[in-house]
C-alpha cells in the first residue's frame, strides 16, 4: 500500500530527529509502546526497514533517510496549505515577502513604493527566506543566486551586482581601489567572516559565525572580521565601514522567487512590478555608464 498518512508521517520524522523511541515519544505527547507499533505498522506497510535497532541504539537506513527528506517537504506543505488558506480568508489580506535583513534596500524601497498596501515585509536571518516559502509564511521571497537554496521554487531574475570587501575603515587595504579574495585573506590580518549554508552549519574557518547583518557590522567595526557582501550592502553601512570592489568573487543576482505550485494572481502582479522595476533599474545604468 503507497498511502501515507500525517499522523504516522510526523511519528516517523520525530524518532529520525531524535533518533531514540523514548526521547521521541516525549516529544510527540504519547507513550513509547504505540509509537514503536506505529513506526513498526509503517515498516511493514512500505517493505522496508526504516531504521537499524540493536543496542548501540538507532540509525536511519537507506530507504528511512529517503523518506524523512520526503516526509519533511510533506508535512511542510501541510502547514503551508493551512497558513496560505487562512491568509486567504482574511477581508485584509497582504502577501507576505521574506527577505534577509540588510539585502538589497533600494530594490525592496521601490518595490513597496509600487506595492506598499499589498505586501507585508518580513526581514529574517540568513537562508530562512526558502523555510519561510515552504511552510507557508511566506508568499514571495528576495534571495541570492548563488547562496540560497532555490530548489523547487520558481523565481525571476531581478538584478546581477559585484561582490565587495566590508573592512573598517581605518585597515591599510582600505584605501585601494580593488582587490582581490586573496587580498583579504593573504594581507587584511582580519579573518572572514562566516555565513550559514543551506543546512545551517558553517564552512570550518577562523572567522565569525555571522547570524545577521547588524551583528557583521559590529564585528567588522570593531576590526574584528572582514566581509564579503554584495555591492547592495553598502546602503546599510556605518562611517566606521569602508567597502572595496573585488575583481574575482563571483557575482550575485537577486532573485523573487515563490512555490513553484503557487497560482496566485497577486503574487503574479508582483512579481511583473518586480521584473519592471529591474528593467528600469538596469537602463538607468547603463544610460549613467555611458553619460
Known amino acids: 500500500m503507497d498511502t501515507l498518512e500525517i499522523r504516522e508521517l510526523r511519528y516517523f520524522v520525530t524518532v529520525a530527529e531524535e533518533l531514540h523511541f523514548s526521547r521521541a515519544a516525549e516529544r510527540l505527547g504519547i507513550a513509547q509502546p504505540p509509537l514503536s507499533r506505529a513506526i513498526q505498522q509503517l515498516e511493514r506497510r512500505l517493505g522496508v526497514a526504516l531504521f537499524d535497532r540493536d543496542r548501540r541504539g538507532v540509525a536511519l537506513t537507506h530507504a528511512g533517510q529517503v523518506l524523512l527528506e520526503e516526509a519533511r517537504v510533506i508535512l511542510a506543505g ?3 496549505a493551512a497558513r496560505r488558506t487562512r491568509r486567504a480568508a482574511s477581508p485584509t489580506q497582504r502577501l507576505a515577502l521574506a527577505t534577509k535583513a540588510g539585502a ?13 498596501t499589498d505586501v507585508e515585509v518580513t526581514l529574517c536571518g540568513v537562508g530562512e527566506q526558502a523555510r519561510m516559502l515552504r511552510d507557508g509564511r511566506a508568499d514571495v521571497a528576495l534571495m541570492q543566486r548563488p547562496f540560497d537554496d532555490l530548489s523547487g521554487l520558481d523565481t525571476e531574475d531581478l538584478l546581477t551586482e559585484e561582490q565587495v ?3 573598517p ?37 577562523p572567522g565569525p559565525e555571522i547570524r545577521d547583518s547588524f551583528q557583521l557590522a559590529q564585528l567588522v567595526a570593531l576590526g ?11 546602503s546599510w553601512l556605518w562611517s566606521a565601514h569602508a567597502a572595496i570592489p573585488l575583481t574575482d568573487a563571483p557575482h550575485v543576482t537577486t532573485v523573487l522567487a515563490w512555490p513553484a505550485h503557487s497560482r496566485s494572481r497577486a503574487v503574479a502582479d508582483l512579481v511583473r512590478t518586480a521584473t519592471g522595476l529591474a528593467d528600469r533599474a538596469s537602463k538607468e545604468e547603463r544610460q549613467a555608464q555611458n553619460a
Open 78 to 80: 501541510t502547514i503551508a
Open 104 to 116: 538589497n534596500h533600494e530594490l525592496l524601497r521601490r518595490l513597496l513604493d509600487a506595492h506598499s
Open 165 to 167: 570587501a566590508i573592512l
Open 169 to 205: 575603515a581605518g585597515h591599510p587595504l582600505a584605501a585601494r581601489t580593488r582587490l582581490s579574495m586573496a587580498d583579504i585573506r593573504g594581507e587584511s590580518d582580519l579573518p572572514v567572516a562566516r555565513w550559514p549554508r543551506h543546512d545551517g552549519t558553517y564552512e570550518p574557518g
Open 224 to 234: 574584528q572580521t572582514v566581509a564579503v557582501l554584495c555591492a547592495s550592502s553598502r
